[in-house]
Structures are given as structure tokens and as C-alpha cells.
T-cell receptor, first 111, second 114 residues
Framework: EDKVVQSPLSLVVHEGDTVTLNCSYEVTNFRSLLWYKQEKKAPTFLFMLTSSGIEKKSGRLSSILDKKELFSILNITATQTGDSAVYLCAVDKEGAQKLVFGQGTRLTINP | NAGVTQTPKFQVLKTGQSMTLQCAQDMNHNSMYWYRQDPGMGLRLIYYSASEGTTDKGEVPNGYNVSRLNKREFSLRLESAAPSQTSVYFC?????????????FGPGTRLTVL
């Protein structure tokens, strides 16, 4: 059975800290891994990763994939209160028309 | 370009009542999805439609039916609502093909079943 597991489930840090969110997966026919950010409403797309070892970066957010060890990390440096959200990891499979989502990590940034 | 739209935004039902959640996208996407999101559970796929004319069950299809009315619209029906169906429902769409494209999500419908 396909599985995507995120850790931690919840994280509270102070503004300015750096955080690392984890996503591990066990799926057949892996194609890509996606990260989404969800504030109060719909998830919004952050990154899509298909190749091992190539970092994707957007401002203070970055992500990398390890296809040998079957995990990805999402790093956020110099966190701000606006980074408070649920971060969702999802895996796309070859030949499948749907994503497999993890449970999400609820990140809270305190001022 | 509205993206993915959902109606209604909020709904309260009594146990046993029926209702249909509407979803439409204007991005010419071929695949559409219905998810539910409960606290601590992430997104769980209810049904999806890989292309116009096809629908398939996801992880949690019991108690729901869907209709892919045309390429733009994908509706979710609760025939006899139960309190366990209290949740936030998200519709999503994407252009599926050999190169992956991300899913775009609608704003969600918050449903409470009393």
C-alpha cells in the first residue's frame, strides 16, 4: 500500500528560526514529489521535485529529494509569522492520475 | 481566469438530508478531484475523474457519488448525509499528461452535518 509520512506533525518555533520539515514515502512507480502550503484555505503549490539531489529554491524556502532513501525535506530559513501554515507533501506515481498525500505538518511561528 | 470555483462555501445539513457540491474549472484541465480534509488527517481522496466521461473511487468513496458533467464541471453528491461527513471538501483539477503538472485547488466547502 502506498504511504506518505510527514514529520513532525506539529512544530512551534520563534520568528527567525530555521525549520526542516520531513516527508518520507513508500510508493510504487514514483514520478515526482510535491510540496504545498495551506493557510486558512486551499493548498497552494510550492515545489515539484523529480530528481535526486537537485535543490529547488524560492526565497527562504528550499527543498531537496533523495530517491535512494525515499524522502524529501523542506527548509525554511529566517521564519516569519506569515510562514505559519500546514505544509503538505504529496507523491505522484507513473501511470496514476492521482496524488498520495501525507498528513501534513502544522507549523506555527511565534513572534 | 477564475481557476477552480466551488459552491457553496458553507453548508449545514441535518442527518439524512442530501446535497450536491459543485465544482468548475476554467483552465481546460482534463482531470478533476474531490478531497475531504479532517483535522490531523491531511487530504483524503474521495473520487476523481481522469478525463471527461470517467470517474474512479479514491480512498474514502462510501456515502458519496460524483458526476463529471462536462470537461469543466465535477459535482459531488451526498445522498443521505451523516455526522461523519462533517468536513472541509476541496475540489482540484490538473492537466494530466506525460509531463506532470500540479493540481490546483478550489477554496473549499465547509460542511457540517448535525
Amino acid at each position: 500500500e502506498d504511504k506518505v509520512v510527514q514529520s513532525p506533525l506539529s512544530l512551534v518555533v520563534h520568528e527567525g528560526d530555521t525549520v526542516t520539515l520531513n516527508c518520507s514515502y513508500e510508493v510504487t512507480n514514483f514520478r515526482s514529489l510535491l510540496w504545498y502550503k495551506q493557510e486558512k484555505k486551499a493548498p497552494t503549490f510550492l515545489f515539484m521535485l523529480t530528481s535526486s539531489g537537485i535543490e529547488k529554491k524560492s526565497g527562504r524556502l528550499s527543498s531537496i529529494l533523495d530517491k535512494k532513501e525515499l524522502f524529501s525535506i523542506l527548509n525554511i530559513t529566517a521564519t516569519q509569522t506569515g510562514d505559519s501554515a500546514v505544509y503538505l507533501c504529496a507523491v505522484d506515481k507513473e501511470g496514476a492520475q492521482k496524488l498520495v498525500f501525507g498528513q501534513g505538518t502544522r507549523l506555527t511561528i511565534n513572534p | 481566469n477564475a481557476g477552480v470555483t466551488q459552491t457553496p462555501k458553507f453548508q449545514v445539513l441535518k442527518t439524512g438530508q442530501s446535497m450536491t457540491l459543485q465544482c468548475a474549472q476554467d483552465m481546460n484541465h482534463n482531470s478533476m478531484y474531490w478531497y475531504r480534509q479532517d483535522p490531523g488527517m491531511g487530504l483524503r481522496l474521495i473520487y476523481y475523474s481522469a478525463s471527461e466521461g470517467t470517474t474512479d473511487k479514491g480512498e474514502v468513496p462510501n456515502g458519496y457519488n460524483v458526476s463529471r458533467l462536462n470537461k469543466r464541471e465535477f459535482s459531488l453528491r451526498l445522498e443521505s448525509a451523516a455526522p461523519s461527513q462533517t468536513s472541509v471538501y476541496f475540489c482540484a483539477s490538473r492537466l494530466a499528461g506525460p509531463v506532470y503538472n500540479e493540481q490546483f485547488f478550489g477554496p473549499g466547502t465547509r460542511l457540517t452535518v448535525l
